[in-house]
T-cell receptor
Framework: DTAVSQTPKYLVTQMGNDKSIKCEQN?????MYWYKQDSKKFLKIMFS???????INETVPNRFSPKSPDKAHLNLHINSLELGDSAVYFC???????????????FGAGSRLTVL | AQKITQTQPGMFVQEKEAVTLDCTYD???????LFWYKQPSSGEMIFLIY??????QNATEGRYSLNFQKARKSANLVISASQLGDSAMYFC???????????????FGTGTLLAVQP
């Protein structure tokens, strides 16, 4: 019944490795997001896809590559992991419409990445 | 320029009392949305309340209300009758561009850590 599910919840890996985080939503939303929360709890948008089309691409190292195979899934692949990539990564989803409504983001539980 | 400012890094409140968490914002867009999220120690982000810039009345959701002062660009969260389970980090966020805008991009403040004392 989980609305936005992320896997894995915890990820511990060595510098230089490549890793992926998967996200799936069953809310019927058309837009999905990746946010990064750093050690000071600051949340920042990284990417967003609307119906599989990239609509937000913030200043993120190109080692980070999102992929959206369909509007219910948004994965995040990270190449050549660095110490500074250690953070909690949140997936979220929402409707995206200009016709009304708050278009509230529903977040997943987060994936804690630790790079050693 | 910081668009969302939460000046209270941490706050204490006694159980059953009301507490106000401050949030100010900066935007030149006449159409925007303001959100509050709660993040307990377990880590998930929980949506609490939303206020649209054109909404005539302050938003309320149960024990949560949003004190929206448009001229002052403030959107303070008021929690009435605090409970121990309210202890968490609280984030204010803003979306420019109306209901959905072009991208529904949320910009978050730095958060306020609330501790409810018995």
């Amino acid at each position: 019944d989980t609305a936005v599910s992320q896997t894995p919840k915890y990820l511990v890996t060595q510098m230089g490795n490549d890793k992926s985080i998967k996200c799936e939503q069953n809310l019927g939303h058309d837009t999905m997001y990746w946010y990064k929360q750093d050690s000071k709890k600051f949340l920042k948008i990284m990417f967003s896809y609307n119906n599989k089309e990239l609509i937000i691409n913030e200043t993120v190292p190109n080692r980070f590559s999102p992929k959206s195979p369909d509007k219910a899934h948004l994965n995040l692949h990270i190449n050549s992991l660095e110490l500074g990539d250690s953070a909690v990564y949140f997936c979220a989803s929402s409707h995206l419409s200009s016709g009304g409504g708050a278009n509230v983001l529903t977040f997943g539980a987060g994936s804690r990445l630790t790079v050693l | 320029a910081q668009k969302i400012t939460q000046t209270q890094p941490g706050m204490f409140v006694q159980e059953k009392e009301a507490v106000t968490l401050d949030c100010t914002y900066d935007t030149s867009d006449p159409s925007y949305g303001l959100f509050w999220y709660k993040q307990p120690s377990s880590g998930e982000m929980i949506f609490l309340i939303y206020q649209g810039s054109y909404d005539q009345q302050n938003a309320t959701e149960g024990r949560y209300s949003l004190n929206f002062q448009k001229a002052r660009k403030s959107a303070n969260l008021v929690i009435s009758a605090s409970q121990l389970g309210d202890s968490a980090m609280y984030f204010c966020a803003m979306r420019e561009g109306g209901y959905g805008g072009a991208t529904n991009k949320l910009i978050f403040g730095t958060g306020t850590l609330l501790a409810v004392q018995p």
